[in-house]
């Protein structure tokens, strides 16, 4: 989540411009709605990755399952309810809502299953997530001015600030053995792609 919720979000906070050069205008105006439905949901899947390690303990993969499936079934049901009175826009929000509403009960399922210390493990997951909520708030708050930015200067300012906040996540959210394997997974990958 280090490295992938800084794209995410500032991918997110760029939709109006992204979707005016790509598909034009018209779909341009509904860029909040990437922005609520992509963000939280996305974010919560990384972190909550781990559950991939829960196949050989099966009492916690069925109460993650279970948890899953309640989760499916409110976002149905809110979503259905939202849906009538704010139209689809309430269907996106409705799964936004419940993507985070059991997030804390399914991150504490894992990291008790794996016996990892849970505190410490959410005490991260704040370290990684509140920096880029300030990012994407102030994005979201300055995205008239960015918007009237040429594209060149749009994709520097934008460059910047993902840069920045990549250096934020390496060094306040990152141990020093995080930061040495993340070295080691791009310099292999980087040795792969030059032979």
Known sequence: ?????????????????????WLGPEIAQYWHWSVV??????????????????VDKPAAYVKNNKFSAIQTLLALTAGTVLCIFYGAFGFICANAATSLLLFEQRYRNIADALKVDYRKCRRKALMIAVPNIV????MLAFHTNLNELSLANYSIAVMGILIACMLAMLFGALEADERKLLKNVVLQGAWRNHG
């Open 1 to 21: 989540p280090a490295v992938t919720m800084p794209v995410i979000v500032i991918v997110a906070a760029s939709s109006f411009k992204i979707l005016g050069l």
């Open 37 to 54: 439905g992509f963000v939280p949901i996305i974010a919560s899947q990384f972190f909550l990755l781990p559950a991939m390690n829960l």
């Open 135 to 138: 990012v994407l708030t102030l």
